[in-house]
């Protein structure tokens, strides 16, 4: 289904209130070139969506320092994380193996993996499955663990340890936040452990992250962009991190 300009539009506010903070109404309508009863509007359904707060005539991002459900994720910066799992999908040959971690931008990219050939597919993410359903030639690995009925996605020892048996051509996951010098942050440290191990999973590393996650804070550390194969995102890092990335060979793409 085509996104609406209302949609995009959306997205682009989530976008705007991930970069700067709580911004007022006006000051969006500014930005965006719309009246400002249309951007209530926005932020009223957005609000009762369960992604941004209102007060004071303003609004700030939910997502900013908390996590939140699964279909409230789900509807953030869509449009991007399409395009994201677009170009993911591009990389990845018919006939691979690919292991996919959890999170709304890694069910994209299953979607856009449904008509690829012969892969062999690796996850801890029932979302994953499910999008996966309708392809005729995808073989599907289901890991074992914790079942978090909220997100719908294998956590804890279980998970690690299937993860950690296999060695497939590409992993590829999201994360809870990165700092802005670079810094992989998570919420907790069972989730951590799974992104860990689908990310050593994997001969090339694959991390995918919307605009909503740059500078979004979360209390645990586990590793760095750089560290990492590729980075695939619609955010605008800054000129210092971009240029560490490539420095230290990690390919940045910026859809």
Known sequence: MPITEAARRRDHIANLLSSYGELSANTLSQMLGVTVQTLR???????????????????????????????????????????????????????????????????????????????????????????????????????????????????????????GGIRFDHAIFSVGGVSPDGALLDFNLDEIRARQAISAAGRQRILVMDHAKLHRSAPHRWGRLHDLDRVVTGGMLSGKLADELTTQGCELIMV
């Open 41 to 163: 509007s926005d932020l009223r359904i957005l609000d009762e969506q369960g992604i941004v707060r209102r007060r004071h005539g303003g609004a700030s991002l939910i997502l900013r320092g908390e996590n939140i459900d699964y279909q409230p994720r789900l509807e953030v910066s869509r449009d991007e994380k399409n395009r994201i799992a677009a170009a993911v999908a591009d990389m990845v040959p018919n006939g691979a193996t690919v292991a996919l971690g959890t999170g709304t931008t890694v069910e994209a990219v299953a979607r856009a993996l449904v008509g690829h050939r012969g892969l062999t597919v690796a996850t801890n993410n029932l979302h994953v499955v499910l999008a996966l359903r309708m392809a005729k030639d995808i073989s599907v690995l289901l890991a074992g663990g914790k079942l978090r009925l909220r997100d719908l996605d294998l956590i804890g020892a279980e998970a690690s340890e299937f993860f």
